[in-house]
């Protein structure tokens, strides 16, 4: 007994670099519904996370574009304007503040850096503030600064690695020529603090003249408070903006939502142009068996079971090449978020394309059932082969 | 004659096709009755209308007016009612078994495969029991692993036979079996069709252009212009 499977897989064999490159295109398209509902899924989890990781719901910063500070915060990098210190006094004071911690970036160019050098950044810090606001911190040697004013630094875990740092050596700031003993390394954390370097905020003040200036403050707020009526309040405080870590995540959410429907178009013309190619394969090999088929009706077979037959080959088809596509998106999941990180102007930490269980059998469904839709028609076209025709158009040839 | 010896039996058979305006008559008004295992050969030129009656007689298309039963059993009643495909195919592989000139076995399959490609569409009772034993009487045996690309045209065309009668058929139907192959290949199918049809009891009704081989049937029948006549 030979089984309408064993018919079809046959027959896909039969021209092997027909199904091959009928294969590919399946195997692209899903590839790129996978990588795409993958980072959907692993954006939004990293940029929670990173969020989370701040520590703090609300940032008060100098008036200026809030979203591009908002970023620039998030990436490690330096507020454009600043704030009188005297303001964290007052930010402090709320009673629905739990705790505040006042900030200070700063960045120079630093020729060092890399190949042909980078921007080295600087976070003037707290470290009780700080450290209690961020309490997930641990150290992998040292501690925080001894003094509040001392020549001091802690590295970010990549900070370390990067400039090869260890307690006790020393680094230098370019441009200012101020030498920094490091104090502290800390363990990796997966957010933009692996990448920071850490300085006693008086100590950053004094070195870059920016004494009773900040640029952020970062505001935790008391548990069950609505920040939304804090953030009314600070908007009083004068030359002030108030930017809410929620509002940051929608407003990046909406930005990379743009970005992710334009890629979500490009998907499913990929998805047509393989459904296409999958539809012209079958209908081509329907076309060559004519005769074939005409027999198979002539010695039993119903249309049901030459539909069955040709349905089978289209299902076999799409559900390798669904298979191939999920397992190339597996193995090139790091190099879509490479990709992805150097088009994104902001990125989160950690793993941006997240492809689990349910992503899998989501897409090998709808894989299936698109292979099933481009079956129909050529499915339906052999079905209604007649024998006769069939045979006529042997003794003609 | 008794029905139960009556193999096949059509009456006033007429296939008409038109061609614009113009009405041919491929068979006009044939009426034949043949036994269950007999041989029986259709001669003719081409496009005297040997294969249409054939196709007729086979189920394999509907006839303009006429009557034919096989077995018995009424298949067209006369009344130009044309009979779905669906029907024709229920009739096809509950009765016959089909060789064609062109052998037409599935080149992706085995020769075992081919043979029992049948089944898996339709598996008559009692069917197919002892296929490898078919396949040593049709001396294909040490074939059954082989593609139909890497056997002869004499094998092939065994592998369509066996192919045919592995789901018991009781008229094989057989269009032009010697076409594509030489004269040693070709009186050795024949020899073959005779044995099933002497041996098994089983009807087989053969087209052929080969006068010769045509004569070696039980009964031969001649085509010209539609028309039948049976050669004494």
């Given at each position: 007994m030979i089984t309408k499977f064993q018919v079809a897989y046959k027959n896909l064999l039969r021209k092997k670099i027909r199904s091959v490159l009928t294969l590919i295109g399946i195997a692209l398209s899903a590839w790129v519904l996978v990588s795409l509902l993958g980072f959907n899924r692993g954006f939004e989890t990293a940029l929670n996370r990173d969020i989370d990781n701040m520590g703090f719901q609300l940032m008060v910063m100098a008036k200026g574009c809030p979203y591009e500070a908002a970023t620039m915060m998030l990436k490690g990098g330096t507020g454009l304007k600043y704030l009188p210190e005297s303001i964290s006094d007052t930010v402090r004071k709320e009673?629905?503040?739990?705790r505040i911690t006042p900030m200070l970036m700063q960045a120079v160019f630093d020729p060092n850096k890399g190949e042909s050098g980078g921007i080295a950044a600087y976070l003037g810090v707290e470290p009780q503030s700080y450290g209690a606001m961020k309490s997930f911190l641990r150290f992998m040697q040292g501690e925080w600064?001894?003094?509040?004013?001392?020549?001091e630094a802690v590295l970010g875990y990549e900070a370390a690695e990067l400039e090869q740092r260890e307690i006790g050596d020393m680094i230098l700031i370019p441009e200012k020529n101020v030498e920094l003993k490091v104090v502290g390394i800390l363990s990796r954390t997966g957010t933009q603090d692996d990448g920071t370097i850490f300085v006693p905020l008086r100590t950053l003040q004094k070195i870059f003249g920016k004494n009773g200036k900040l640029t952020t403050i970062g505001v935790k707020v008391r548990k069950?408070?609505?920040?939304s009526r804090i953030e009314t309040k600070f908007y009083e405080l004068p030359d002030v903006q108030v930017v809410s870590m929620a509002q940051v995540k929608q407003t990046i959410m909406s930005l990379v939502s743009t970005a992710k429907v334009l890629v979500l178009s490009i998907a499913i013309i990929a998805i047509i142009i393989a459904m296409v190619g999958v539809i012209n394969t079958i209908l081509m090999s329907v076309h060559e068996r004519f005769q074939e088929i005409g027999i198979m009706k002539t010695i039993g077979a119903m249309p049901g079971d030459i539909f069955q037959l040709v349905w089978i080959e289209t299902l076999l088809l799409c559900a390798t090449g669904g298979v191939l596509g999920i397992a190339l998106s597996l193995a090139l999941s790091r190099v879509t978020e490479l990709v992805i990180r150097n088009v994104l102007p902001y990125s989160p930490k950690g793993g941006l394309v997240l492809i689990d269980m349910h992503l899998i059998l989501f897409t090998l469904g709808a894989i299936s059932v698109i292979g099933l839709l481009s079956g129909l028609y050529p499915a339906w076209q052999a079905g209604r082969i007649r024998p006769l025709e069939a045979i006529r158009s042997g003794v003609n040839e | 004659m008794s029905n139960s010896t009556v193999s096949l039996e059509a009456t006033n058979l007429t296939k008409l096709y038109h061609r614009g305006s113009e009405e041919i008559a491929a068979v006009r008004d044939v009426s034949l009755r043949i036994n269950k295992g007999e041989f029986v050969s259709f001669t003719g030129p081409s496009g005297s209308g040997k294969t249409t009656l054939v196709h007729l007689l086979g189920c394999l298309d509907n006839p303009t007016s006429g009557e034919l039963t096989l077995g018995g059993r009424p298949?067209?009643?006369?009344?130009?009612r044309q009979l779905s495909e669906r029907t024709l195919t229920e009739i096809r592989r509950d009765i016959f078994g089909y060789i064609f000139q062109n052998f037409y076995l599935i080149p992706t399959l085995t020769v075992m495969e081919n043979v029992l490609l049948p089944f898996t569409f339709y598996r008559k009772p009692g069917?197919?029991?002892?296929v490898m034993g078919l396949l040593k009487l049709l001396g294909i045996d040490h074939r059954k692993d082989h593609l139909p690309g890497k056997i002869s045209g004499g094998e092939m065309q065994r592998v369509a036979i066996a192919r045919s009668l592995v789901n018991s058929p009781e008229i094989l139907l057989a269009d032009e079996p010697t076409g594509n192959l030489d004269t040693k290949r070709s009186a050795e199918i024949i020899r073959i069709l005779q044995n099933l049809s002497r041996d098994t009891g089983l009807t087989v009704l053969m087209v052929s252009h080969n006068l010769e081989l045509a004569g070696q049937a039980d009964r031969q029948f001649e085509m010209r212009d539609g028309g039948i006549s049976e050669r004494r």
């Open positions: 009673p629905d503040v739990e600064f001894t003094q509040g004013d001392a020549y069950d408070v609505d920040s | 298949i067209f009643s006369g009344n130009g069917a197919g029991k002892d």
